[in-house]
């Protein structure tokens, strides 16, 4: 029996659409049993990999801003990465 894995892709982006570089995005499966991390690059963007299928909670900050999380999406097999993206508020 082979696992299956896929792909998270999106864009970060402040209230005002611009591109937040450095921000960290977290994705958690629902269990608790498996957490990804990453950092936005050029443009605000961001990839997450090899996520076994499953049930997920993603989560974006950026110090200055207020996170955002994306809760309960479904991945699936890599035949399309899941696209998820945030527009944060600035903490004020």
């Given amino acids: 029996m082979s696992l299956l894995y ?6 970060r982006l402040s209230g005002t659409n611009k591109d937040l570089i450095g921000a960290t995005v977290t994705l958690t499966a629902n269990g608790g049993d498996y957490t ?3 950092q936005t690059v ?8 090899d996520i076994p ?3 997920y909670n993603v989560t974006a900050s950026q110090t200055g801003f207020y996170s955002s999380t994306q ?3 479904l991945i699936s097999s890599n035949t399309e990465p899941t696209q ?4 944060l508020a600035q903490d004020v």
Avoid at 84 to 87: A, E, P
């Fill in 36 to 38: 990804q991390t990453t």
């Fill in 42 to 49: 050029d443009e605000g963007t961001y990839e997450l990999k």
């Fill in 71 to 73: 809760s309960d999406f």
């Fill in 6 to 11: 896929g792909t998270v892709t999106g864009i």
């Fill in 84 to 87: 998820l993206d945030f527009l």
């Fill in 53 to 55: 299928i499953g049930i």
